[in-house]
């Protein structure tokens, strides 16, 4: 995770904050566009990848409903 995280945030204090962050604070930082369901999956196909991945794309359309809300807020 930190690999993938490390590649796709860009360098200055927002890539400090994303890579010590817990999941479980994105959840809340992120105004519910990461939600615990994609949480859940994403440990769950860290650990052992069995589902994890259908979870987190279960959620994809609910996430990108909540993008504009959360831009405005920023």
């Known amino acids: ?14 890539k400090g904050i994303a890579l ?3 999941f479980r604070d994105f959840i809340s930082m992120s105004g ?3 939600n615990e369901t994609m949480a859940e ?3 769950t196909y860290l650990s052992d990848g069995k589902g ?3 979870k987190i794309f ?10 504009g809300p959360l831009m405005k807020s920023i």
Do not use: C, H, N, W
Request: proline share 8%; net charge positive; no cysteine.
């Open 1 to 14: 995770m930190y690999k993938l995280l490390d590649k796709l945030v860009p360098e200055g204090m927002a």
């Open 20 to 22: 010590q962050t817990p």
């Open 32 to 34: 519910g566009v990461f």
């Open 41 to 43: 999956g994403l440990v």
């Open 52 to 54: 994890g991945m259908r």
């Open 58 to 67: 279960s959620q994809i359309p609910k996430a990108i409903k909540g993008i």
